[in-house]
């Protein structure tokens, strides 16, 4: 089902905005209560972080925004493409100027990162629309700016120097 009238498509819009919004900080709340010594408080961070995301996902559907691999790649690619080339430039560029060394860092890490998202999506793509799989065995993910290496973690991240034993592995 699309959504076709503008008000409940702009709401639609907004709800799935929000309860995205939610489920990532439920996950952050839930890691943050892990470190604090709060296992169950993180477990019902991550269930209703769960549920947000249904919520969300159950809205993006109904807006018609999911497509076949390869349209969600390209969706994918836009998405990474816009941060890199509009969005975090001028967000880093604003914090600089502001002198918000946080805001600096942060968003300089995430600019880096998103150049190689970008990336990885275009060749996902290619060959996703072969009707084929990408081949790899792991992804890595820097835990402190998310800079993201394919079948094997460099020794130290080149982004923020955080050592290769402390990326989160995707097998």
């Known amino acids: 089902m699309t959504v076709k009238r503008a008000m409940t ?7 799935f905005a929000g309860e995205s919004m939610a ?4 996950l952050i709340f839930a890691e943050k209560a892990e470190k ?18 249904v919520h969300a996902k159950n809205h993006f559907i109904a807006l018609g925004k999911l497509g076949k691999t390869p349209e969600n790649l390209q969706a994918g690619i836009d998405g990474e493409t816009f941060e890199v080339e509009e969005m975090y430039p001028v967000y880093n560029n604003a914090a ?5 060394k946080d805001a600096v860092r942060t968003t300089r890490y ?10 990885l999506y275009k060749k996902a793509k290619e060959t996703a629309e072969g009707g ?3 081949e790899i065995e ?8 998310g800079y993201t290496a394919v079948d094997e973690a460099p020794e130290y ?3 923020c120097g955080a050592p290769r034993d402390k990326f989160v592995v995707f097998e």
């Open 138 to 145: 792991r992804v890595y993910i820097c835990p402190v700016c």
């Open 157 to 159: 991240c080149p982004v």
């Open 110 to 119: 995430a600019l880096e990162a998103e150049k190689i998202h970008a990336e």
């Open 23 to 26: 489920h990532m900080k439920y």
């Open 9 to 15: 498509r702009k709401f639609l819009e907004e709800a």
């Open 36 to 53: 604090e010594g709060y296992p169950n408080i993180a477990k019902l961070f991550r269930a209703i972080a769960h549920a947000e995301f």
């Open 96 to 100: 600089d100027f502001q002198g918000e």
């Open 132 to 134: 084929k799989d990408i």
